[in-house]
């Protein structure tokens, strides 16, 4: 497959949205930090990190606790080198068993090479029973 590199159109900013719900969804650190930049930089919520170490890390403590996880982005907007989605995903708390929804939106900037060299995330969680999960 050929690499999508800024400036994006509309099919190459859809395309870079798909690739990265169906990285997140494989729940494979390692896979999903590949297209991050070395030195990306990271809020997640309240957190605030950089590199792909910490990518790694920071998604192997999430997938430990956010059990059954499954999610879907949407394409908000996009420029030369920027990308905003809203996103949903639903997943199970390891220690409680309460399922979950999260809803929020992602900010994410491109280097040259089409890797993300900023992700800027903000969430909310709702509590949901296991019949009103959207992803199955």
Do not use: C
């Amino acid at each position: 497959m050929k690499k999508i590199v800024p400036p994006f159109t509309k099919e190459s900013a859809k395309q870079k949205v798909q690739l990265a719900e169906d990285a997140w969804n494989s729940k494979n650190p390692e896979k999903v930090s590949m297209a991050y930049s070395i030195d990306s930089q990271w809020r997640n919520r309240d957190h605030f990190f950089t590199g792909r170490n910490k990518i790694v890390q920071f998604l192997s403590d999430k997938w430990k606790n956010e059990q059954h996880y499954k999610l879907k982005k949407y394409l908000w907007s996009f420029t030369d080198n920027r990308i905003s989605v809203r996103f949903e995903y639903e997943w199970q708390e390891a220690n409680t068993g309460q399922w979950k929804r999260t809803h929020g939106n992602e900010h994410w900037e491109f280097d040259k090479e089409g890797l993300m060299r900023i992700r800027d995330m903000s969430a909310n969680d709702i509590d949901i029973e296991e019949n009103e999960r959207k992803f199955n």
